[in-house]
């Protein structure tokens, strides 16, 4: 019942591909990701500081 | 000075005003300001309680998250365990149920003992040491006033904070820069210690108290931190710096991570032991008194002292920074430097630093080091962009799952286990990947996405029906068997989407399972003799509505999809479904304007090729991009070949700049300065519509040379513009590279 033709290519996807439910949805990364198309702007990650006098 | 107050998520505690070590490069005791000479030397207890409440109930306020205060001084070890322990817990106390603590202390390390270290494990104070490097290094500064080496003392807790026990309260080492210590030397001595970061720190400097330059060189302390940077490099960044760490951040369109760079804000106040409130304290190294705010926590609250102009100007971004800086390329990554190293009498902080030179050439150092390693894939390719854009669509899908999950729909936990199960086999996450990656995908999923939080029922009910028909259609796909309960639009049908509409006419949830004769569907409040099966293929069958493809015979395949609810995406309406004649005039029209692409424009029609999925014939208007993912275009009304074939490279150069921009940072501080298109009236555009509009007629002008004209002047502008990331940088390459060919005779 092959009722498609185009798919994407997805070799590269496939390497680092991580299951749904397991992506760190808290992680300043998928916020950095998401925030450009659903605009939240990306900010210094919480609890690292950054006076210059102590780390 | 206008904007919103920024909050204070960073207070400096000053517990105790003297220190154990006497070195001659300290802000606090050798430089302009001596108010620590009329300070108490410790805080008092009634500063600590004040400072707590006033801390809490900003946090409250401001509905904080997270606030950090770190313990400072002095050396605040001298403050003793017994005073440390109340403030520990007067914060714990105060902030409890509030906002997230997070307690550090820097310290020299010469007092640092398990009395003091049982007492931060208690509270979970986190410990940072200050170390210059080797003992050479160390000792040009770190002394006791009688002249004896600290060096011994500070390896001794730093090796007490390696214990196991301790290990976990281990920030890491500050290391204040002497350019007559061997980089690598320092680099190394530290990197022994196996600390979890580092951090180097300019020695604080202003225009009348120029830093020492014993070679003369300008760039001093560029060249050193940039010998450290490929000593890191070399030895496989073996540890976080925290300076290269900002400067690779705001050079990829990220945030600075420290307040010594770039153009944050500052969210940062002093509170000193007699409780007075002042501006970051390395301000003491300007001119006595430069730090004072007037205000203390016993009669002021933390907001009165975020209004105070001394505060406000280290908060305005770009406007907060010199003339001279607002105009330099790497001031998103500088920042005009720490504000305290612009200072000059008569001008005071107007300026750029006195590290102006060290700064631009850090920043060029390390971005021209750096910039292959940093950046995404997706800038490399069609392929890689493509598998970016379904990394997106699957973040969003997490994010989503994270809002709507576990609150009683039913209809979206279901769905979203269903998706979980697909993804078990690799033939299965294959398939959902497949349906993820649609155009049309990204249009509910940010639809949802800005909805999700509004309590709207209604929002979680059409994301539901998203994701589970996005599930029946991967179940299609990859064969995957499952039974997907669907809940059908109101025309009693659903649409799988990169498939097709199925019409059963029953209105609610219905039962969804592929089979290899086809798909059973029934309702879900009804039993198995109620099941029909639909037997889906190319071709419209009772109760099925396939997609199209168009193209073939040296154009590309394409889905044409009149079909999808969420195709209605672009500004404009969406024709209803074609007739097959009307199908059949679209491949004519399609193929004969690819012929036309692959003849003028080989490269860029295979480029196309390969990134088009999926086209969508628009009611009237131009061919054009929508606000869905990368891949698809609407087909507009062009007459003949030749217009549409220019339509289709544009749409498809503003479609891969959108999803360009949607996976990755091209520019930052977009709209922060203005541009004039070459090809437009006078006013102002900001940088994202200058690089867009560049990214569209470079590709198009090798079809129709006329749309290189002020090209040449464009990307002039784009390069030498402060907006553009590394990521951007490359698009510039690649837009070079392509003009290089086409836009021979074209005007600047």
Known sequence: ?55 | MTGPLVPFREIVLKVHSRCDLACDHCYIYEHADQSWRTRPKSISDEAISWAARRLAEHASEHTLESVSVILHGGEPLLAGPARLRRVCEELSSALNGIAELDLRIHTNGVQLSPRYLDLFDEFGVRVGISLDGDRAANDRHRLFADGRTSHPLVLRAVDLLRQDRYRHLNLGLLCTIDVRNDPAAVFDALVALDPPAVDFLLPHATWDEPPPRPDGSATAYADWLLAVFDRWTERGRPVPVRLFSSVLSTLSGGPSLTESLGLAPTDLVVIETDGQLEQVDSLKSAYDGAAATGFDVFRNTFDEVAAHPGVRARQLGLAGVSETCRTCPVVRSCGGGLYTHRYRTGDGFDNPSVYCDDLAALVRGVEERAAASLGSPAVAGPDALTAAELELNRHLLALLQDELGGHGHTGWDAAWELANEAERTERGAEALDEVLAGPYARTWLLDASRAAGSGDRGVTDRAARHLAASVAAASVRGRLGLTVPVPTEDGGGFFLPTLGEVRTGWRGPVLVRDTDEGLLVRPEDRGAGAERLIATGPADRPGWLPLRRVGGDGAPVLVLDDLDPRRDCFDGPVAARLTPAGVRTWDARLSAAWALLRAAVPGQAAEAARALTTVTPLVSGPTRAGRHGHGALGLGDEDGAGELALALLRGHRRATFRALAGVTDLYASDGAWEHRLPWGGPEAVPFSRLFAETFERVGAGLLEPRLLDGVPRALASIESAAELTVDGARVLARLRKETAGGARGASG
Request: aromatic share 6%; net charge positive; glycine share 6%.
């Open chain 1, 1 to 55: 019942m092959k009722t498609y033709e185009t798919s994407p290519s997805f070799a590269v996807a496939k390497k680092s591909r991580v299951p749904l439910a397991k992506i760190d949805t808290q992680g300043a990364e998928t916020t950095r990701k998401t925030g450009r198309v659903i605009g939240t702007s990306a900010r210094r990650p919480v609890q690292s500081s950054t006076f210059s006098s102590a780390l």
